[in-house]
């Protein structure tokens, strides 16, 4: 063989050389390529976020139990608390009425003295003769003295002749005179009660000659009345 022929030869040989080399470096590099990209794939689906991985936890819950843990039993209505007490009716107080609906007498005892407009009474006590506007009740020093009826007190003073009086307002035009009291016991623009304590028997300055009384004088319309006439009502 020529020099030259071998030289060709040898260059041929190492042309292919070069080829078979190049194609397995591509091989290698391709081969090398797809091994990361599956890599990389599988290490993306192993990798899932939260949010992913509560959707897919979610998902594999069996149907069954989801229905179970959604369904239950009938609704029952939450039991109201029983009171503790049975509620109490409401009560009024009762208010004492400015009217009297009855009479009684303010003070048990014998009238000495009655009352009268026209027949003249005398009076011991002044040695003359004269009309009584009220009725004389007897009745020891200190005896309570009771409002006749419901009614308003207008009045509390001392008279010269009569000494310490209440008046009472008992409504319908009827006001009464407590006369002759110890000591008085109510005060003006009271609302009083029928049997309501006034004060106590005293002495009547215009009547001392008498026995111990409660002169009771009635007016009705602001004319005087019989005082027993309330009670003949009863």
């Known amino acids: 063989m020529s020099q030259m022929q071998f030289e060709d030869t040898n260059k041929r040989k190492t042309g292919k050389r070069k080829t078979l080399f190049f194609s397995l470096a591509v091989c290698l590099l391709a081969l090398g390529a797809g091994t ?31 229905v179970e843990s959604v369904t239950v039993g009938p609704t029952v209505p939450p039991k109201t608390q029983a009171p503790t007490s049975a509620p109490q009716p409401e009560t009024t107080e009762k208010q004492p ?5 009855f009479f009684v007498m303010p003070i048990g005892g014998q009238i000495i003295k009655g009352f ?11 040695d003359d003769w004269r009309i009584h506007l ?10 309570e003295v009771k409002a006749a009826g419901d009614g308003r007190v207008t009045k509390v003073y ?3 002749v009569l000494g310490n009086t ?12 407590y006369s002759g009291l110890n000591n008085p016991l109510v005060e003006e623009d009271a609302v009083v009660e029928v049997g309501t304590v006034l004060g106590g028997v005293d002495s009547v300055p215009g009547e001392l000659v008498d026995p111990p009384h409660l002169h ?19």
């Open 36 to 66: 990361w990209s599956a890599l990389d794939s599988m290490s993306r689906e192993q990798t899932v976020r939260p949010d992913q991985q509560t959707e897919a936890s979610a998902s594999e819950v069996p149907v069954q139990n989801v």
């Open 97 to 101: 009425s400015d009217t009297a609906g």
């Open 116 to 126: 009268d407009l026209k027949q003249l009474q005398y009076s011991e006590t002044y």
């Open 134 to 143: 009220g009725i004389d009740i007897a009745a020891e020093e200190g005896t």
């Open 158 to 160: 001392t008279d010269t």
């Open 166 to 177: 209440v008046v009472i307002d008992h409504g319908n035009g009827i006001v009464a005179y």
């Open 216 to 234: 009771f004088a009635v007016q009705k319309n602001d004319v005087y009345i019989d005082p027993a006439s309330l009670f003949e009502q009863e």
